[in-house]
């Protein structure tokens, strides 16, 4: 296990280093190319570059260490290692892609013998003014640190419609059952994917304090063919605070079983995170 002090530097160093390189490609300093996958979503130049910079600070400090990143080749016997980290360069290439759009971010997470033991995202242009925000969750002792400043993680309410669901689905995808039991139980939901790892921190964290445009909390988060890089923070949390967290059958998430992922990318087949009385509220049909 990579000591907390040394993982901390690590991600003080990318808090400083990788705004001025998001900057420069927002302003078209940098030009910007960006091109689909295989898989019908976005890469631009700037996420392999990103790429580039966390796994270098990792590397200066865990040269021997496994890590996924959603832009590493693998392969297909690929097996998911007991330590390791988990990169997503860019969580919502095509909000980062648009002059308007500030919901995206940089998430860099350690795996730990199933376990998300810390994480951290970095959005560039989230806070006030642009400015950016860093959210960094520590899933043994329950601590969230936003800013620097140790933050009090909000208690998810008792399941009602009063707060939005996350329930974003890919173009095309069809309504979830679940989706469909919220959608009858008056629950408002967000099905327009900006940033997934956003989402999740936003079932815990009041992002009013640190931002100037309208981000609510969330009452629960689901999403079906979750990469797994998208999914560690839901994941963090949902550990440290013992949130539910299971598919749509009700199996458990948590830990994380290497047997889960048989092929390359690792994919989680539905993820549901939510207050304890979810499944009671959503009811016993699904």
């Known amino acids: 296990m990579v000591k907390r002090d040394v993982v901390n530097a690590?991600?003080?160093?990318?808090a400083e280093k990788l705004p001025p390189i998001f900057r420069?490609?927002?302003?078209?300093?940098?030009?910007?190319?960006?091109?689909?996958?295989?898989?019908?979503?976005?890469?631009t130049d700037a996420?392999?570059?990103?790429?580039?910079?966390?796994?270098?600070?990792?590397?200066?400090?865990?040269?021997?260490?496994?890590?996924?990143?959603e832009e590493l080749p693998a392969s297909r016997s690929w097996r998911l290692p007991k330590r390791c980290w988990i990169v997503d360069p860019i969580d919502g290439t095509r909000q980062f892609a648009s002059e308007e759009g500030r919901e995206f971010?940089?998430?860099?997470?350690?795996?730990?013998?199933?376990?998300?033991?810390?994480?951290?995202?970095?959005c560039p242009e989230l806070g006030i003014g642009q400015t950016?925000?860093?959210a960094t969750y520590y899933t043994d002792s329950s601590i969230l640190v936003?800013?620097?400043?140790r933050v009090q993680p909000a208690p998810l309410v008792r399941m009602g419609p009063t707060r939005p669901a996350s329930t974003t689905r890919s173009l095309g995808r069809?309504?979830?059952?679940?989706?469909?039991?919220?959608?009858?139980?008056?629950?408002?939901?967000?099905?327009?994917?900006?940033?997934?790892?956003?989402?999740q921190l936003r079932l815990v964290l009041d992002l009013s304090r640190f931002s100037d445009i309208d981000l609510p909390m969330f009452s629960?988060?689901?999403?079906?063919?979750?990469?797994?890089?998208?999914?560690?923070?839901?994941?963090a949390l949902a550990d440290g605070l013992a949130l539910l967290a299971t598919d749509q059958s009700r199996a458990d998430l948590l830990p994380v079983d290497a047997h889960s992922f048989p092929g390359w990318p690792p994919v989680i087949p539905s993820v549901l995170i939510g207050p304890s009385d979810l499944w009671r509220w959503l009811g016993d049909r699904l």
């Open 220 to 235: 629960f988060f689901y999403r079906e063919e979750q990469k797994l890089w998208d999914g560690v923070v839901g994941l």
């Open 132 to 134: 950016p925000i860093q």
């Open 47 to 69: 996420d392999l570059h990103i790429e580039t910079e966390i796994l270098g600070e990792i590397r200066s400090v865990d040269p021997q260490g496994a890590v996924l990143s």
């Open 146 to 149: 936003v800013n620097g400043e």
């Open 10 to 14: 690590v991600f003080d160093r990318l």
């Open 24 to 43: 420069a490609y927002r302003s078209g300093c940098t030009p910007l190319n960006t091109r689909a996958k295989p898989d019908g979503t976005s890469v």
């Open 105 to 122: 971010c940089s998430v860099v997470a350690y795996l730990d013998r199933g376990r998300m033991s810390v994480v951290t995202v970095l």
């Open 174 to 199: 069809a309504r979830s059952r679940i989706e469909e039991m919220a959608a009858a139980r008056g629950v408002k939901r967000k099905i327009r994917t900006t940033s997934q790892s956003l989402d």
